[in-house]
């Protein structure tokens, strides 16, 4: 069974850092493009970042760019996101998914990030 | 910045037929922008519907299609049943890596 499981998630002061895991299974992990999305309280989906299979290349939305860190392992078929100055606003559910024609394809269940004082 | 347009709310009839549109703020959808549907009940991970315009996910019904029309991709949805009643979010690739997800359609079924 295709299976990807977030965790890291928690609650951080602002300024804070917290480092998101996902773990990859049933598939070749290693052939995929992964993203992470999130999604606020309330509000809509939100793509964060995307990694290349072998990790040459990497994206990000403007709002976290310089302070976000997408990485992978493929020995491990683990993806992160390390997330650094961490905003009142980057709370959310972030979700790890495998990329499949140009789009997000298996998702996780989600990891809550709370970013408060 | 270019937005993703998206309906806030849409309803059907259980067996009618609807479609969900994805535009641009600014220029036409193509199948460059390989749009993707999908979706999402309240507390649940999304669900992928249907990537590269048309194409249906493992294990999608072919009640749910994709296709462009005119500037804006578009999902439809045919014989809705209950369960159809979701949010469904859209998502274009803009090139260089970037993708933006529109702000989702709430549909309801009554």
């Known amino acids: 069974e295709v299976q990807l499981v977030e965790s890291g998630g928690g609650l951080v002061q602002p300024g804070g850092s917290l480092r998101l895991s996902c773990a990859a299974s049933?598939?070749?992990?290693?052939?995929?493009?992964m993203s992470w999305v999130r999604q606020a309280p309330g509000k809509g989906l939100e793509w964060v970042a995307n990694?290349?299979?072998?990790?040459?290349?990497?994206y990000y939305v403007d709002s976290v760019r310089g302070r976000f860190t997408i990485s992978r392992d493929n020995a491990k078929n683990s993806l992160f996101l390390q997330m650094n100055s961490l905003r009142a606003e980057d709370t959310a559910v972030y979700y790890c998914?495998?990329?499949?024609?140009?789009?997000?394809?298996?998702w996780g269940q989600g990891t809550t990030v709370t970013v408060s004082s | 910045q270019t937005v993703v347009t998206q309906e806030p709310s849409f309803s059907v009839s259980p067996g009618g037929t609807v479609t969900l549109t994805c535009g641009l703020s600014?220029?036409?959808?193509?199948?460059?922008?390989?749009p993707s549907w999908y979706q999402q009940t309240p507390g649940q991970a999304p669900r992928t519907l249907i990537y590269?315009?048309?194409t249906r996910s493992s294990g999608v019904p072919d009640r749910f299609s994709g296709s462009i029309l005119g500037n804006k991709a578009a999902l439809t949805i045919t014989g809705a049943q209950a369960d159809d009643e979701s949010d469904y979010y859209c998502?274009?690739?803009?090139?260089?890596?970037?993708?933006?997800f529109g702000g989702g359609t709430k549909l309801t079924v009554l």
């Open positions: 990694i290349k299979q072998d990790g040459t290349e990497k």
């Open positions: 049933g598939f070749t992990f290693s052939s995929y493009w």
């Open positions: 998502v274009l690739y803009m090139g260089g890596g970037i993708y933006v």
């Open positions: 590269s315009t048309n």
């Open positions: 998914a495998s990329m499949r024609g140009g789009a997000m394809d298996v």
């Open positions: 600014s220029g036409s959808v193509s199948s460059s922008n390989y």
